[in-house]
């Protein structure tokens, strides 16, 4: 694998990991809103 | 075999000639702005080991307090601040980060990758924890004290925290933001940074047992974030979201809480798991038993742990078929820890067994893990909960998981690779008393504690009946010995570097890429991944 397809690779699992994360914070905070 | 210590030979060669042109940068930049693995690493275990002491000051407070009957040293607001602090920096700030520490220095040792795979986020990730344990110890000068409801932060206790209040919850989201950055590159650097033909089934468990434990933070620390930003709201911004009295509810906290604390207990484990399943194989000679098994058990656990959360609410009131799914759902993952258990056993199993220090801490590990393990089935059972519930009994179990569990398993690791950090043997008789003093007096520190929750002691409380006082004298000197026995440890890591020189392979029966670099690890490894040759000989 050439090093621009990797930094590619990279950045890409970086940014769904990060979406994930995100999306459990303010996942969580709407379902407390909606609770409430 | 020969041909295999040529190659080492040659790849070791190959990596010191290759980087004595270009080391760390001189004072105090090398550490403020490393993007190294190797100094971020040490940097992370240093941090862990400074928090470890502060948080076992505390806990030599809580236990001096409690060695006799009666109120005598402390208030009762700053021992239940202890408590709550007690916990707060052993969890995020000793065990996890050590986890951390050894992560960057290890994992990319041992799959062939230069770095981390997001360097400068890895230097972000560290040096928010300082800011963040700094704003939280600030806390103990502040008017009202520092926090003192619990490291559960339940509210509405925790909304009666005074000046306190804002700076803990701005230091639990620093924690967790450090924590998901660190998660983050982990997961990238071992999906993308692999040796070539590392197969993810060929990676060393303590690399995958590290993969599914940076999933669980990024599943959990956000959720955690979330409870305390809605605390947060709740204080100050005029919500509801769990006062009663507005229409909210403080019992969703808890499930919220207890949706990130019981995988977080997991985070905590896991990495421990990996580290035992480095070592024992080393020391018994023989390949891990069961490696795929292994993966497939600590994925399991993983899974389990995000359905099992309301077993820490059984007292709280839930329909009978929520009490039963999640007693059963806990008992199952007995299933796949005994699997763990049984597969380091088998791999003793006639094997050629030698006792270092790694390894005593890791049998010991085996040992004292498997009986919070089963105090922990006790406490899966419904009608039995509701008894030990808020009981020394839980105490004890807790403790039998985080500090001969988590906490030995650190130690092994620290003294497993210790040579190969340094390049020196450290000093196996220090390391050897260590290990035996710290064994003895973790079990006179926490077995007796099973007796008072089940005599019913409650916990976190500063005071109790003098029926309860023997074993609480029995418990507070083994603290004390506990406690004074760490610092044979720092003994240890200062004569570190007095040793004999230690070898590239370091243990006789290592395997795995980390042993094919020289001794001490130079400052830049793998800028050219390993050959698949080398990997392939390395693992099979």
Same mark, same amino acid.
């Given at each position: ?36 | ?29 090398? &550490? ?18 400074? %928090? ?74 560290? &040096? ?74 060929? %990676? ?17 620390? !956000? ?34 809480? &207890?949706?990130?604390?019981? !995988? ?16 024992? !194989?080393?020391?018994?000679?023989? !390949? ?64 050629? %067994? ?62 497993? &690779? ?123």
């Amino acid at each position: 694998m050439d090093d621009a397809t990797r930094k590619k690779n990279i950045r890409r699992t970086a940014l769904v990991v990060g979406a994930i994360a995100v999306a459990f914070y303010v996942g969580f905070i709407m379902m407390g809103v909606l609770r409430s | 075999m020969q041909m295999e210590k040529d190659s080492m030979a040659t790849v070791a060669a190959d990596i010191t000639d290759h980087h004595d042109d270009h080391g760390p940068a001189k004072g105090i930049g090398r &550490w403020l702005f490393s993007t190294n693995h190797k100094d971020i690493g040490t940097m992370y275990l240093l941090f862990s080991l400074t %928090m470890f002491f502060i948080g076992g000051a505390m806990a030599m407070v809580i236990r001096s307090e409690l060695a006799v009957p009666g109120l005598q040293l402390v208030d009762p607001g700053f021992f239940n601040s202890m408590t709550t602090m007690h916990a707060l920096i052993m969890v995020f700030g000793a065990v996890m980060p050590a986890f951390v520490g050894l992560a960057n220095w290890m994992i990319p040792l041992m799959i062939g990758a230069p770095d981390m795979a997001l360097p400068r986020m890895n230097n972000w990730s560290f &040096w928010i924890l300082p800011v963040a344990f700094g704003i939280l110890l600030s806390t103990l000068l502040m008017p009202g004290g520092a926090p003192a409801g619990g490291w559960t932060m339940y509210p509405p206790l925790i909304l009666q925290t005074g000046d306190a209040f804002p700076f803990l919850i701005f230091a639990v989201h620093l924690m967790g933001i450090s924590s998901i950055m660190g998660a983050i590159n982990v997961i990238v650097t071992i999906i993308n940074m692999r040796a070539p033909d590392m197969s993810l089934l060929k %990676m060393p468990m303590f690399v995958w047992t590290w993969l599914i434990t940076a999933y669980l933070l990024i599943a959990v620390m !956000p959720v955690l974030a979330g409870a305390v930003t809605m605390l947060l709201t709740d204080q100050f911004f005029g919500t509801s979201f769990f006062l009663a009295a507005g229409g909210g509810d403080p019992v969703m906290f808890q499930h919220i809480f &207890w949706f990130f604390g019981h !995988p977080e207990v997991y985070i905590m484990i896991l990495p421990a798991f990996g580290v035992v399943s480095e070592i024992i !194989p080393t020391f018994s000679r023989k !390949p891990l038993f069961g490696h795929d098994s292994m993966v497939y058990a600590a994925s399991s656990i993983a899974f389990l742990s995000f359905i099992v959360w309301a077993h820490h609410m059984f007292t709280v009131g839930m329909p009978l078929t929520g009490q039963l799914f999640f007693m059963f759902a806990t008992m199952l993952i007995a299933v796949p820890t005994g699997v763990k258990v049984f597969n380091w056993v088998a791999t003793m199993w006639r094997g050629s %067994m030698t006792f270092e220090t790694p390894m005593l801490f890791s049998l010991a590990f085996v040992f004292l893990f498997t009986i919070g393990g089963f105090s922990g089935v006790m406490l899966a059972i419904t009608p039995a909960d509701i008894q030990y519930h808020d009981t020394y009994f839980v105490v004890a179990h807790f403790h039998y998981v985080l500090v001969p569990g988590s906490v030995f398993a650190i130690m092994a690791a620290a003294y497993y &690779w210790l040579p190969k950090w340094t390049g020196h043997m450290y000093n196996e008789t220090l390391g050897k008393v260590h290990f035996w003093t710290s064994t003895i007096f973790v079990n006179m520190t926490f077995f007796p504690m099973h007796f008072l929750g089940l005599a019913g002691m409650p916990r976190r409380i500063p005071d109790y009946s003098t029926q309860f006082a023997d074993f609480n004298a029995i418990a507070s000197i083994g603290a004390i010995g506990f406690g004074l026995s760490q610092l044979i440890f720092v003994a240890v890591l200062l004569t570190a570097w007095k040793g004999s020189k230690a070898t590239d392979r370091v243990w006789e029966g290592s395997h795995g890429l980390e042993w094919t670099v020289p001794s001490p690890a130079p400052y830049h490894t793998w800028e050219t991944p390993p050959q698949a040759r080398i990997a392939n000989e390395a693992f099979d």
